[in-house]
């Protein structure tokens, strides 16, 4: 059974740093992997889709890698803002099934 | 761009009662999902529906049904309420041989 894994749970930065948010996921048998924002009781905005024939996604600030084989997922984001704070998500769509499976996410507060 | 509807925005039922949520996925996407997400908690999977069969099957209560209709909405039926189902109910569709999940805004379920 797929498990995701996301590191740290919390991150608190000044504005302005250059971050990184970490996914892991125990079968690497994936189909794509998914990076989402969620902010405070609201819905899933998905920010970027790797496919895993791909090795990198960018965009805008954000950029997102994969490395399959080693089960890992990274999400940069760039020049942190203030209204970047939110919790990302990442998450995983195997080929076995059609469902996502989701890491615990990364609740991201970042400092005017 | 359309985006995907989800109806009621919020729903307060009292214990034992019976809630139906709606979902109105992307014009064209052929899969539509079901994820609940409790409080603190990232989405769990709970059913998937391709050209209106039953695709996939999560940790959906039996008190649970779903099913998908001519037009492609979807609505979540749920019965015999309990405390424990207050959360967030999330729909999202997408074409299947295709790429990424698109998530709707989700209905809070709040169970008294």
């Known amino acids: 059974k797929q498990e995701v894994t996301q590191i740290p749970a919390a991150l608190s930065v000044p504005e302005g740093e250059n971050l990184v948010l970490n996914c892991s996921f125990t079968?690497?048998?994936?189909?794509?992997l998914q990076w989402f924002r969620q902010d405070p009781g609201k819905g899933l905005t998905s920010l970027l889709l790797?496919?895993?024939?791909?090795r990198e996604q960018t965009s805008g600030r954000l950029n997102a890698s994969l490395d399959k084989s080693s089960g890992r997922s990274t999400l940069y984001i760039a020049a942190s803002q203030p209204g970047d704070s939110a919790t990302y998500l990442c998450?995983?769509?195997?080929?076995?099934?059609?469902?996502?499976?989701f890491g615990g996410g990364t609740r991201l507060m970042v400092k005017p | 761009a359309a985006g995907v509807i989800q109806s009621p925005r919020h729903l307060i039922k009292e214990k034992r009662e019976t809630a139906t949520l709606k979902c109105y996925p992307i014009p064209r996407h052929d899969t539509v999902y079901w994820y609940q997400q409790g409080p603190g908690q990232d989405p769990q999977f709970l059913i998937s529906?391709?050209?209106?069969?039953?695709?996939d099957k999560g940790s959906i209560p039996d008190r649970f049904s779903a099913q998908q209709f001519s037009d492609y909405h979807s609505e979540l039926n749920m019965s015999s309420l309990e405390l424990g189902d207050s959360a967030l109910y999330f729909c999202?569709?997408?074409?299947?041989?295709?790429?990424?999940?698109?998530f709707g805004s989700g209905t809070r379920l709040t169970v008294v």
């Open positions: 790797i496919q895993s024939s791909q």
């Open positions: 998450a995983v769509k195997d080929n076995a099934g059609n469902m996502l499976t």
């Open positions: 079968d690497s048998a994936i189909y794509n």
């Open positions: 999202a569709s997408s074409l299947r041989d295709n790429y990424g999940y698109t």
């Open positions: 529906f391709y050209e209106k069969m039953q695709s």
